[in-house]
T-cell receptor
Framework: DTAVSQTPKYLVTQMGNDKSIKCEQN?????MYWYKQDSKKFLKIMFS???????INETVPNRFSPKSPDKAHLNLHINSLELGDSAVYFC????????????FGPGTRLTVT | AQSVTQLGSHVSVSEGALVLLRCNYS??????LFWYVQYPNQGLQLLLK??????LVKGINGFEAEFKKSETSFHLTKPSAHMSDAAEYFC????????????FGGGTRLMVKP
């Protein structure tokens, strides 16, 4: 069973489009995260949700809007895509907000042309 | 604020040789430290972690790391490299504050020569 899953695995789209990436975890965790990995492999936190409530927003442009319909899902919606949004986006989860171990999904490679 | 520096973006070793990947951190409060491995086109897998207690921690695949507070280091080692160890390795730190945000180092690509 996949613990943290993301769809799609690959996403190719044009500038200006709106797209969503979905994340689901079946671990029963309360806390979920989105990270961005750029072309130089640098990983940076974007958002963190605890039990459907936003607890971290790391100065991400407001074109990015996370949505958590329930604590097992954290989706990422991106409006008006730009070339610089091209990256690999990773979803992660942890048991609780103060549980330090995070489990990562396989990533979604977004390419904006 | 917390930060992580990984010395050496690329490390090359021969199969059977010692693996040493360096990680130094900066944190104003006691840190919790992690090493993750990323194989090509895959997600991140936790190798090992230090939270409290014993400063020498053992992880999967024969890796271990030692937390040295005086040196603010958490270097990753493996006595004998295997071809399957070739991957990208990330050191990360959190203090448990600020929503358990993980701060990653820039990564080290480990190459293993036959």
């Amino acid at each position: 069973d996949t613990a943290v899953s993301q769809t799609p695995k690959y996403l190719v789209t044009q500038m200006g489009n709106d797209k969503s990436i979905k994340c689901e975890q079946n671990l029963g965790h309360d806390t979920m995260y989105w990270y961005k990995q750029d072309s130089k492999k640098f990983l940076k936190i974007m958002f963190s949700y605890n039990n459907k409530e936003l607890i971290i927003n790391e100065t991400v442009p407001n074109r990015f809007s996370p949505k958590s319909p329930d604590k097992a899902h954290l989706n990422l919606h991106i409006n008006s895509l730009e070339l610089g949004d091209s990256a690999v986006y990773f979803c992660a989860s942890s048991l609780q907000v103060y549980s330090y171990e995070q489990y990562f999904g396989p990533g979604t490679r977004l390419t904006v042309t | 604020a917390q930060s992580v520096t990984q010395l050496g973006s690329h490390v090359s070793v021969s199969e059977g040789a010692l693996v040493l990947l360096r990680c130094n951190y900066s944190s104003s409060v006691p840190p919790y430290l992690f090493w993750y491995v990323q194989y090509p086109n895959q997600g991140l897998q936790l190798l090992l972690k230090y939270t409290t207690g014993a400063t020498l921690v053992k992880g999967i695949n024969g890796f271990e790391a030692e937390f040295k507070k005086s040196e603010t280091s958490f270097h990753l080692t493996k006595p004998s490299a295997h071809m399957s160890d070739a991957a990208e390795y990330f050191c990360a730190v959190t203090t448990g504050n600020a929503g358990n945000m993980l701060t990653f180092g820039g990564g080290t690509r480990l190459m293993v020569k036959p």
